[in-house]
C-alpha cells in the first residue's frame, strides 16, 4: 500500500556519491549564501551541502551526490519529498486562490472537518497557523483565556518554538536572559537518567508525583496549564514511561488545570499513531500540530476540546496566512495520504526494525548508551562509558560527520544521533541507512582510541 511507484527506488544503488561532499558547487553556493545568512543550525554548520531535489526518501544536491534521508527535512516531509497527490494539493491553490484572509474557503471547510474527525476526543476548536511556535503562543493565550489564570508549567529539555511564550517554556540559555514571568518547569521522565536517580517501575513514576512539589512551592496557585511535548522530541526522543500520562491528566484535573500537549513534532503518525497521545489514551484539552501536519508546507493547528472552545474567540486568534488555501490543500491531501497509505501502522512498524538494528548497536558498541524511540521517532545516545553515561558529544558531531559524508542526511544534536525518518522508507532502505551509522560509529570509536 505504502509503497507507491512515484517513491522507488534501487536501493541497492544508494547511496550516490561522486564527488567529495559537501562538493565543490556546494562549498561555493553555500559561501555565497552564509555571508548575509546568519544563525543557520548545527545541523547545516556542521555539514554545509546544498540540496536540489528530493524524492520520497533521498535527496539531491547540486553536485549531484544523492542521499538517503533519515531527516524528514526536520521531522517535517514524513510522506516523503514531494509527494505527488500533496504536490498537485499545493500547486492546484497556487494557481487558483493564494490568500484571503481568514474567509471560510471550500478547501478550509473541507479540511477542518476532517481534522475535528481525528483528533482525539472532543479537540473541535480548530484556528490554523504557518508555524509551531504561534500555535504554541496561541495555545497558551487560549489556556489564559478559559481559565482565567495566567501561570504555566512546563519540562526541562521539551522544545517548544522560538517566540516568547514558547521560548519561556524551555530552558532558557544566558544569551537570551530570563524567560517570561510566569512560566515555571519541572523535571520530566528521562529513565536512562532519570532526575531523581530513582528506577522505573518502583520509583511510582515520581515525576508526576513532584509536579505538586512545583505547584504548591513555585507558582501562585494560578497555573492555567501544564504544556509538554508527549515525546521529547529535540531533547531526544525520550519515552516517559506508561504511567506518566495518566497521572499527569488526573493531576490537571485535581486542580482545575488545562492539559497542552504540544504534538507540533509527533503528530500524524510520527509516533506509529495519527497523535502521540493516543499511545496513553488521554486527551489533551489543548493540542497544537504542525511539522508533519502539511508534509513541508507551513501549516500548523491549534485544537481546543469543546468545553474551551469558545476562548478561541477571545484571543484575537487569526493570522496573516494561518489557513490560506495552499495550507489547506497540503494537510488535507497528507491526512488523506496517512490513511489511505496506512503509514500509521507503517510508522510503527518501521520503528521496530529500526529498534531491533539499534539495539544490536547498543550490544556491539562501547560508546552507545542508550537507543530508544517510537514509530519514526528515534535516537541513539552515545557515552564515553557506559557506567558513568558521561555525554560523548565529540563522538556525536563526529559520528554525524562521517555517516553525512557517506551519503546519510540527518539531524544531530550534541551526543544525542537522532533519527525521523520518512514514514513511507522502505525496510531495506532503513537497514542501509542503519549500516551505515553502524559503520560510522566503528570508525569513530577507533579514532577515539575504543
Ligand atoms: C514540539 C515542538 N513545538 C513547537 C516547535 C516550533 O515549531 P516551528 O519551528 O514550526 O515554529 C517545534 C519545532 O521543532 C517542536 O518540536
Known sequence: MYNKDWAKVDTKSLPVIKTEIPGPRSREMHARASKYMKGYSSQ????????????????????????????????????????????????????????????????????????ASITMGDLNGIQLYDSGT?????GLRCARAATGKFEFISFWRDFHGKTMGAVSCAIVDKSQGMRAPGFFLAPRPNCYRCPFKMKHPE??????EFLENIMKNETTGQVAAIVLEPIQGWGGSIVPPDDFMPKLRQLCDKYGILLFA???????????????????????????????????FPVTAMCVSDKYKENIEKISASSSYGGNPMACAAALASI????????????????????????????????????????????????????TKEPFDEAGKLVYQRAFSKGLAWVPAGHILR????????????????????EAIGEVEKELGY
Request: aromatic share 6%; net charge negative; hydrophobic share 35%.
Open 44 to 115: 547545516v554548520r556542521l555539514f554545509p551541502v546544498v540540496f536540489e531535489t528530493g524524492k520520497g526518501c533521498t535527496l539531491t544536491d547540486v553536485d549531484g551526490n544523492v542521499y538517503i534521508d533519515f531527516s524528514s527535512g526536520i521531522y517535517v516531509t514524513g510522506l516523503g519529498h514531494c509527494h505527488p497527490k500533496i504536490s498537485e494539493a499545493v500547486a492546484t491553490y497556487a494557481h487558483k486562490l493564494m490568500n484571503c484572509h481568514d474567509f471560510t474557503t471550500e478547501i478550509k471547510m473541507k479540511l477542518l472537518e476532517k481534522l
Open 134 to 138: 504561534t500555535a504554541v503562543e496561541a
Open 203 to 208: 520509583c511510582d513514576c515520581y515525576c508526576a
Open 262 to 296: 504540544d504534538e507540533v513534532l509527533t503528530c500524524m503518525g510520527r509516533t506509529g499513531k495519527m497523535f502521540c497521545m493516543e499511545h496513553w489514551n488521554i486527551t489533551p484539552d489543548i493540542t497544537t500540530l504542525g511539522k508533519g501536519f502539511g508534509n513541508g
Open 336 to 387: 488523506e495520504v496517512i490513511e489511505e497509505e496506512n503509514l500509521c501502522e507503517r510508522s510503527a512498524h518501521l520503528g521496530e526494525v529500526f529498534l531491533k538494528r539499534m539495539n544490536k548497536m547498543k550490544d556491539e558498541h562501547p560508546i552507545v548508551g542508550d537507543v530508544r524511540g517510537k514509530g519514526c521517532l528515534l535516537a541513539i545516545e552515545l557515552v564515553k562509558d557506559k557506567n
Open 419 to 438: 533519527l525521523s525518518p520518512p514514514l513511507i522508507m522502505e525496510d531495506d532502505l532503513a537497514l542501509k541507512g542503519l549500516d551505515i551509522i553502524d
